[in-house]
């Protein structure tokens, strides 16, 4: 075999090495990955016992407080001001959660459509919000940043969409 030949076969097997080792290092994460939806997102494409992030506003008038075999549950509706979607969790919920404020549930959807969180999690200062739910609310037209800030959370559910979003 010629010098050039073999050096070929060495960059083939180092490619086809390194292309395995790709392959089933992202075979691995496969169900470690979980993907950001909004609620709009998970009507039009969520499956039942998919694990997802769901992102949005807390609904105002949605918080409901219980105990479900001794441990503190609640449900509320997340929305984007499009759709919103029931989630229930049970467990403390972060100091900052409240209505009309960013939330982040991370969980599974259900066959009936609700989310059941098995994490949630809040902003946590009076101005942040995740940086996906901002990107949803300008997509559903209920904020344009050239036209200032946003307007109070608690007013999504009820703004009407801009002719820019959507």
Avoid at 23 to 37: C, H, K, M, W
Avoid at 50 to 55: A, D, H, I, K, N
């Amino acid at each position: 075999m010629k010098r050039k030949h073999r050096r070929l076969a060495i960059m083939l097997a180092c490619g086809l090495g390194l292309g395995s080792a790709a392959a089933l290092t992202l075979f691995a994460f496969r169900d470690n990955l979980v993907f950001f939806v909004t609620p709009s997102d998970l009507a039009r494409r969520g499956h039942a016992g998919e694990t997802l992030r769901l992102g949005g506003l807390v609904a105002a008038g949605s918080v409901q407080h219980m105990m479900i075999d001794g441990e503190p549950a609640v449900r509320f509706r997340v929305t984007d001001g499009r759709t919103s979607v029931n989630v229930s969790y049970v467990g403390v919920l972060p100091d900052l959660f409240r209505e009309g404020q960013g939330v982040v549930t991370l969980g599974t959807l259900a066959p009936d459509g609700g989310f059941i969180a098995s994490e949630v999690l809040a902003k946590h200062d009076e101005t942040y919000m995740p940086k996906e739910v901002v990107e949803a609310l300008k997509k559903s037209g209920h904020w344009q940043p050239q036209a200032g800030p946003p307007p109070p959370a608690a007013t999504w559910n009820t703004l009407p969409a801009t002719k820019n979003g959507g």
